[in-house]
């Protein structure tokens, strides 16, 4: 079946520390996202892609990072240098010439 | 710059009531309007679209107008089912050139009780 897939599902960290999160699509979208969610803040985009090798920083990027060196993948790296990094982050992509993203499933990253 | 905004929650209905959800937009062109669902620990998944003014989206019941003139998105269903409890987000995209960034409302948490 085609879709997002988003890994792990539930991630725990400790302060200080990088993390990497995964986010592979089989749908053969051109562009991905990264969103970051929190109670009651609806979703803030952190990085995007429209083509492989290029992304550009969305309205909180700050502390994070993204490479995009394959169609398919788009890992968000969380670094110690984003303050409150506890929350749920979303990827997404979509298609060419369509407005509508496909989102995965998410994952729940907790710093402690 | 671009912006949503939809009615704070949480609502709670009974089962077959009808639920109303407001959402309005801010854009500088002629954006396309969405509605997103999110249930417990998962991801969105879009509900329905529309892509220009006075078109109708609507999927499983839910329907919303792409209302123009009030710049207004409103979700409705005329029956609701405790299935259709989650959180809905209101978001629209930009429709220039190759960027398609999604921005969102704030969500609407919906309860619906038997």
């Known amino acids: 079946d085609g879709g997002i897939t988003q890994s792990p599902k539930y991630l725990f960290r400790k302060e200080g520390q990088n993390v990497t999160l995964s986010c592979e699509q089989n749908l053969n979208h051109d562009a991905m996202y990264w969103y970051r969610q929190d109670p009651g803040q609806g979703l803030r985009l952190i990085y995007y892609?429209?083509?492989?090798?290029?992304?550009q920083k969305g309205d909180i990027a700050e502390g994070y990072s993204v490479s995009r060196e394959k169609k398919e993948s788009f890992p968000l790296t969380v670094t110690s240098a984003q303050k409150n990094p506890t929350a749920f982050y979303l990827c997404?992509?979509?298609?060419?010439?369509?407005?509508?993203?496909?989102f995965g499933q998410g994952t729940r990253l907790t710093v402690v | 710059g671009d912006s949503v905004t939809q009615m704070e929650g949480p609502v709670t209905l009974s089962e077959e009531a009808f639920l109303t959800i407001n959402c309005t937009y801010t854009a500088t062109g002629y954006p396309s309007l969405f509605w997103y669902v999110q249930y417990p620990g998962e991801g969105l998944q879009l509900l329905l679209k529309a892509t220009k003014a006075d078109d109708k989206g609507s999927n499983k019941g839910f329907e919303a107008t792409y209302r123009k003139e009030t710049t207004s998105f409103h979700l409705e269903k005329g029956s609701v089912q405790v299935s259709d409890s989650a959180v809905y987000f209101c978001?629209?995209?930009?429709?220039?050139?190759?960027?398609?960034?999604?921005?969102f409302g704030k969500g609407t948490l919906l309860t619906v009780n038997p």
């Open positions: 997404a992509s979509s298609p060419p010439l369509r407005t509508e993203a496909f």
């Open positions: 978001a629209l995209s930009e429709s220039g050139g190759s960027n398609y960034k999604l921005t």
């Open positions: 892609s429209q083509i492989v090798n290029d992304f």
